[in-house]
């Protein structure tokens, strides 16, 4: 059998979860949308790690587990490696006025 | 489906038979531990509190140190004070005392100092091993056992597997008529809405919210953004990019069954079915805070690999992360696997999860147990050190 590398939770995500250590250029096949689509990933995502299944706009919801688990902080590309560079929180945040939804 | 537990006078179970040794203020540390190590049965829980603080944690310190002394895994007390502290020593004896156990006092300045405390204290610890050492072990059906769930050093795997691994698990002795707890209310936000829709009343579901907002508010008065504290360092270096995700991921270890009440920290949980207690995710206060709840056994999955246990109450450590398992093998007692069958995975490992609780619960030790990890305890507080 041929070890998952990838896993996409729910089907309503918008990002994948990497399930080894995977290297810029790799190609990923996933579903989106109910389509197999082959995903190029262009940096390096560490087991454990996130990318982009669909482009999401700066300030468009990042989505994981079905639910909203943050928001995009700049445009991030399908096969782009997501994490704290260009996802921000919208919880807990004493640092902005207003601070939470 | 039954496992073997010690009898205790209020009718609860133990699963351990241990004689505590608790400080009630954070000057009486040195010689609790003193005597803990002194005498083999006993066990020391030490803190940073009961002197100098606001009445209200005054009196969650009270509570917690009176709910700790009744868990059923103490078949004795050892309350140990320096004399000048806020905390009332005999107030806290006569309220474990309720329970039917043994429960002593001792008090530095009284005794003569450090070393005639150490010396008294270790004779009365003594004493209630020899007598504790004759109740024996007898059959109990499963629905005594009362089980809590703690996730820490999470990391992606956490959320994938050994979370939702735990929840299987925690269905499985809900639906034997068991009590299961969880909180670290922090892991919550951006997940409350789903406990709500789980609440089993509306009062349930005001609740939830309310202990959320509360939490949030008060991460939230230190003006700064929440991540790097929640999420951790760690956390995020592991693969979890916002509070939202992690908690996502951290509730689905309470498995998926109805919210019965929400407790403030610190009380005793004596009824059957599914609870939160209003907790922080450190490691120190939540096992505190659960093992004052009366849960005689945690479930705690990690990703990273947290080592902790607690001084009487078995922590049963498991991973999906297999880095971890390979690192970390002296701190892992269970490791799951997961497979392309992801489902079936987990409904299995909550049977395996199951199987191994009533195996500690008989008496099978745990590896933070075996080696004594976990003797640095503390208890949530609110306000400040004045």
């Known amino acids: 059998m041929i070890k998952k590398r990838t ?26 949308d109910s389509l197999k689509k082959n995903i190029k990933l262009n940096q390096d995502v560490p087991f454990g790690h996130k990318f982009s299944l669909k ?15 943050g928001a995009a902080s700049q445009l991030i590309k399908v096969g782009d490696y997501v994490h704290i560079h260009n996802v921000k929180s919208n919880r807990g945040r004493g640092d902005i006025k207003g601070g939470s939804q | 489906m039954s496992f073997l537990g010690f009898p205790r006078e209020d009718g609860s179970v133990g699963v351990r038979n241990h004689i505590g040794i608790i400080s009630v203020v954070v000057c009486a540390n040195d010689v609790t531990l003193k005597i803990a190590q002194q005498v083999e049965g006993a066990v020391a829980f030490l803190h940073d509190q009961g002197c100098t603080q606001t009445l209200v944690d005054l009196d969650q310190v009270t509570r917690t140190l009176v ?3 009744k868990n059923s895994n103490l078949a004795g007390v050892l309350l140990v004070s320096l004399g000048c502290e806020s ?4 107030e806290i004896r006569e309220k474990i005392a309720v329970s039917g156990k043994p429960v002593k006092t001792l008090g530095i300045q009284k005794t003569g100092g450090m070393l ?6 270790s004779r009365i610890a003594q004493e209630m091993v020899i007598k504790a050492s004759t109740i024996r072990r007898e059959t109990f059906d499963d629905s005594y056992l009362s089980i809590g769930v703690k996730c820490g050093a999470s990391d992606t795997t956490s959320g994938l597997i050994s979370n939702p691994a735990a929840g299987a698990a925690f269905d499985i002795i809900y639906d034997h008529g068991g009590t299961c707890i969880f909180g670290e209310t922090t892991e919550f936000l951006g997940a409350e809405h789903i406990l709500m829709r789980r609440a089993a009343t509306p009062e349930v579901k005001k609740r939830i919210e309310e ?24 956390n995020i270096k592991g693969g979890l990019t916002t509070i939202e995700e ?8 309470a498995g998926t069954r109805p919210i019965h009440d929400v407790y403030e920290y610190g009380n005793k949980i004596t009824k059957k079915g599914l609870f939160i207690m209003d907790s922080p995710g450190r490691e120190p206060e939540f096992l505190t805070g659960v093992a004052a709840a009366g849960v005689q056994i945690i479930i705690f999955s990690t990703g990273i690999g947290a080592p902790q246990g607690f001084p009487f109450v078995p922590v049963l450590k498991i991973t999906g992360n297999p880095k971890t398992e390979r690192y970390l093998s002296d701190h892992i007692d269970k490791f799951i696997k997961l497979s392309e069958e992801g ?23 745990t590896k933070a147990e075996v080696l004594g990890y976990g003797q640095f305890s503390n208890i949530f507080t609110i306000g400040p050190v004045i």
Do not use: C, F, H, W
């Open chain 1, 55 to 69: 482009e999401i706009p700066s300030g468009s919801p990042v989505i994981k587990y079905g639910e909203i688990i």
């Open chain 2, 246 to 253: 992690k908690s996502l991921g951290a509730i689905v270890k």
């Open chain 2, 343 to 365: 489902e079936n995975t987990i409904a299995q490992a909550g049977e395996e999860i199951y199987e191994e609780i009533k195996a500690i619960a008989s008496g099978k030790k």
């Open chain 1, 7 to 32: 896993i996409v939770i729910n089907s309503k995500d918008n990002v994948a979860t990497a399930l080894d250590d995977l290297k810029a250029g790799e190609v990923i096949q996933e579903e989106v």
């Open chain 2, 116 to 121: 005639p405390a150490i010396m008294e204290g």
């Open chain 2, 211 to 234: 202990i959320v907002t509360r939490m949030e508010k008060r991460a939230k008065m230190m003006g700064v953004d929440i991540r790097g504290g929640q999420p951790t360092t760690g």
């Open chain 2, 87 to 90: 905390v009332l020593i005999d």
């Open chain 2, 67 to 69: 709910n700790l002394g």
